[in-house]
Nanobody, 127 residues
Framework: QVQLAESGGGLVQAGGSLRLSCTGS????????MAWFRQPPGKEREFVAG????????DYADSVKGRFTISRDNAKNTLYLQMNSLKPDDTAVYYC????????????????????WGQGTQVTVSS
């Protein structure tokens, strides 16, 4: 079983950048289908970005396309989310998640498709 731990959240002004990290322990996550979700205050958890299996395909929510980049460093067993041009609407708790190592033809974007979750890291963007 894998444990996921997010870090890198914080308070940033609009237009700024942050890089979130998600480190796996218990086993390697280098072949996992991984994603970032976020939960804004008072709202449902939503898909932000995902990377398929061995990293050959990525997908993004329309609201973050062109601003966020998901990537992984296999040597460090870590998933990243580089967030640029941040907006107040990006304020949320950000979670990383794994859908395991099965082969899928596309990036999974639904919350119920992911069965391992981190505890989340708070990102607050001030205007």
């Amino acid at each position: 079983q894998v444990q996921l731990a997010e870090s890198g959240g914080g308070l940033v002004q609009a237009g700024g950048s942050l890089r979130l990290s998600c480190t796996g322990s218990g086993r390697t996550i280098t072949s996992d289908n991984m994603a970032w979700f976020r939960q804004p205050p008072g709202k449902e958890r939503e898909f932000v970005a995902g990377i398929r299996w061995r990293g050959d395909t990525t997908d993004y929510a329309d609201s973050v396309k062109g601003r966020f980049t998901i990537s992984r460093d296999n040597a460090k067993n870590t998933l990243y989310l580089q967030m640029n041009s941040l907006k107040p609407d990006d304020t949320a708790v950000y979670y990383c998640a794994s859908a395991g190592t099965a082969y899928y033809t596309r990036v999974k974007t639904m919350r119920h498709e992911y069965n391992y979750w981190g505890q989340g890291t708070q990102v607050t963007v001030s205007s």
